[in-house]
Every structure is written in structure tokens, then in C-alpha cells.
């Protein structure tokens, strides 16, 4: 498994080299934000880690020229305490962050949840049947989504977001539950991210051919996956 890590820091790139070799991890650093977008581009690596504060380029605009030729699992690395770019790095696409300073371990397990949600992990893939709701069409396997005949690009997270709404469509999810699935972790109902994920795979999805929205939300409780033929399981917000 290839990553790349885009950082100024070379204590940082160093440490994370360090770490990550032993874990069976290839790991290439660049220090720059113009040489990172060129090797994010180059379709040699599975997984990349991005801080947002780069010289020449800063991460977010690598992340967003990134999302427009490839979903490409990317970790974003924000400084602590800074919510605004914790949830800019979302909103452009990012499967997910990490304030600075962070622990070792904690890196290790957000890429390894990360990899499992984007079916890179080393258990052999399974054969799953696509999944159909609607207009939707969900294939686990190739990690596919259309809708009708036209193919919609998601990254990872939002995959697995719809993936877990089309399974239990009509029936409300809590938000603890989706951000179980989505990212591997307790919620934290300070943690914004699980609804940008939402609101993207809202805005790429479109609305019903009705105009009513596909991903509805039930205020204090979590979001459900709305059917056209089906009347809401609740009120929502």
C-alpha cells in the first residue's frame, strides 16, 4: 500500500515514515503544494495525507483539483481547534482529518477505517448484490453508484453513507449509528462531520423526480433515506 504524505514539516514526514513502514506501508513525502498536487495526481499511491498549511499551494486547493480526477482516500491534517478548516477539507471532499499534534495509534486507525470503507482492506472482497431503490443503483463490489443510467462519483465516506441509508430506506438512522458506519468511531455531537458528508452526497444525488429531497432529516434523532412511494416514517426537520 502506497501513501503519500503532503507536509512541510520534516519531523512530521520523518515520524510518519517511521511509523507507518512497519505497518506495511510504502510511504513517500512531499514538502510543497505544487509538487503535491503533481504526485496526488499521478495515480501511484492508494492513500494520501494532506495538511492544509503547504507552501507554493495550500491544502485545500490540492484537495479541491484532487476531487476533480480521482476519489482517492485523503486524510487531512488540520491544527488543533481550527473547526472552519476541519469542515472546508469535508465539504471539498476529504474522507476525513485529524488535528494537529495527534497520537500515532489514532493516525494508524483512521486510515485503516478508512481503507476498510473504500473495500481496500486484506480480506478477500466479497460478492455482493447490487442494491436497488428507486431510480438508485448500488454496487458494493465495484463500489459503484447511478442513477438511472448516468454513474455518480463518490468518494469513500459518502459511499458508505448511502450505502447504509439505501439499505434501510424509509427508516430513520440515528446519527450515532451513522458515524459507527461512516467513521469508525463514537459520535461526538460537536463533530460536524458526519452532516457535510450528508449535505454532499445530498447535492450529488439531486432531488426526487418530485423535487422533494432524497436524504431527509428528523430533527435530534438522525437522517432516513426518503421513497417516493412510501409516506415519511416521521416528521421531519
Do not use: W
Not at 135 to 151: A, F, I, K
Amino acid at each position: 500500500m502506497h501513501i503519500l504524505v503532503i507536509d512541510d514539516g520534516p519531523e512530521i514526514c520523518n515520524l510518519l515514515r517511521d511509523y507507518l513502514g512497519p505497518e506495511g506501508f510504502q510511504v513517500e513525502t512531499v514538502h510543497d503544494g505544487v509538487a503535491g498536487l503533481e504526485r496526488s495526481l499521478s495515480g501511484e499511491h492508494e492513500f494520501i495525507i494532506l495538511d492544509v498549511k503547504l507552501p507554493g499551494m495550500d491544502g485545500f486547493e490540492i484537495l479541491r483539483k484532487l476531487r476533480e480526477h480521482s476519489n482517492i482516500p485523503v486524510l487531512m491534517l488540520t491544527i488543533c481547534d481550527e473547526d472552519e478548516d476541519r469542515i472546508k477539507g469535508l465539504q471539498l471532499g476529504a474522507d476525513d482529518y485529524l488535528n494537529k499534534p495527534f497520537n500515532l495509534q489514532e493516525l494508524l486507525a483512521r486510515i485503516n477505517t478508512i481503507l476498510r470503507r473504500c473495500g481496500e482492506s486484506n480480506s478477500p472482497p466479497k460478492k455482493l448484490e447490487t442494491l436497488t431503490v428507486g431510480d438508485l443503483r448500488l454496487t458494493p463490489g465495484s463500489q459503484r453508484v447511478y442513477r438511472g443510467e448516468n454513474e455518480i462519483s463518490l468518494t469513500g465516506a459518502e459511499f458508505t453513507l448511502l450505502k447504509v441509508l439505501l439499505s434501510n430506506a424509509g427508516q430513520v438512522i440515528p446519527r450515532e449509528e451513522l458515524v459507527r458506519h461512516v467513521q469508525g468511531r463514537h459520535h461526538n455531537p460537536y463533530d460536524r462531520s458526519i452532516d457535510v458528508h450528508i449535505s454532499r452526497l445530498r447535492k450529488k444525488l439531486s432531488c426526487h423526480a418530485d423535487g422533494s429531497e432524497r436524504i431527509k432529516s428528523v430533527r435530534g434523532v438522525g437522517h432516513f433515506y426518503s421513497l417516493l412511494t412510501s409516506k415519511a416514517p416521521v416528521e421531519t426537520s
